[in-house]
């Protein structure tokens, strides 16, 4: 790898090589999201809360394939050794990574996202839900970015699996916690938009832990003395 100034073309052609490998996947994940939105509409507390479970597992899945294609399979099929005889750094590989990952992920969970807080704003809705829906909508943005973060960082299945299944886990019991926390609990199931201080707070903590994540992986990528 070479240390020059930055090459932002090599950058560009390696998210461009990590979303072609992904756009089917990617494509794919979009009407399965929405498809699990048709549940809230029975406007049951059990649709939503069955719809949120199946949103999660989507958006975490998506999470979990993107970081195998673009990490670990790049060492499993003996790609990454041709990857860094190219010009590129460590920084550039890293944030040719990173970007890949969050781009990518980023349209099936914009997507779902907005059309989950979309459905609660129709007529007749349950609005007092968006704050929670929210909430959770970040939350798995962040359990994307440790999934990353270790694809990145660690290139190993061991260690990806590892931070799929506490992301899986630690998603549905931060769900619950969420859910009853009494500055969220206690407007949930109303029919106005209540954006009390513990949402904000909540909300704001979730959105600190992605940048933290990221910046993380780029500090203990500069540290590494070998790629291979």
């Not at 989507?58 to 010009?87: H, M």
């Not at 549905?172 to 199931?189: D, E, K, P, Q, T």
């Amino acid at each position: 790898m070479t240390s020059a100034r930055t090459n932002y073309a090599m950058v560009r052609t390696l998210i461009l090589k990590d979303w072609y490998l992904n756009r089917w996947m990617i494509l794919g994940s979009i009407p399965a999201g929405l498809a699990s939105l048709a549940i809230v509409l029975t406007g049951k507390q059990i649709a939503f809360l069955l719809s949120i479970i199946l949103l999660c597992m989507v958006i975490i899945g998506v999470g979990a394939q993107l970081a195998t294609v673009t990490t670990i399979n790049e060492r499993k099929e003996q790609t990454l050794a041709f990857i860094i005889s190219l010009p590129v750094s460590w920084r550039e590989y890293t944030a040719a990574k990173i970007l890949a990952n969050l781009i990518i992920f980023l349209v099936p969970w914009f997507i779902v996202s907005v059309g989950a807080l979309l459905v609660l704003l129709l007529p007749g809705a349950t609005h007092g839900l968006i704050p929670f829906t929210a909430i959770m909508a970040v939350e798995m943005l962040v359990t994307t970015c440790l999934i990353i973060a270790a694809g990145v960082i660690t290139e190993s299945q061991a260690w990806v699996t590892v931070a799929i299944l506490c992301s899986s886990l630690g998603i549905n019991i931060l769900g619950y916690v969420f859910a009853h926390l009494r500055g969220v609990s206690a407007y949930m199931w109303g029919m106005q938009v209540r954006w009390t201080g513990t949402a904000w707070t909540v909300l704001i903590a979730e959105l600190l832990m992605v940048p933290l994540l990221l910046g993380m992986t780029f500090y203990i990528q500069s540290r590494k003395t070998d790629f291979l």
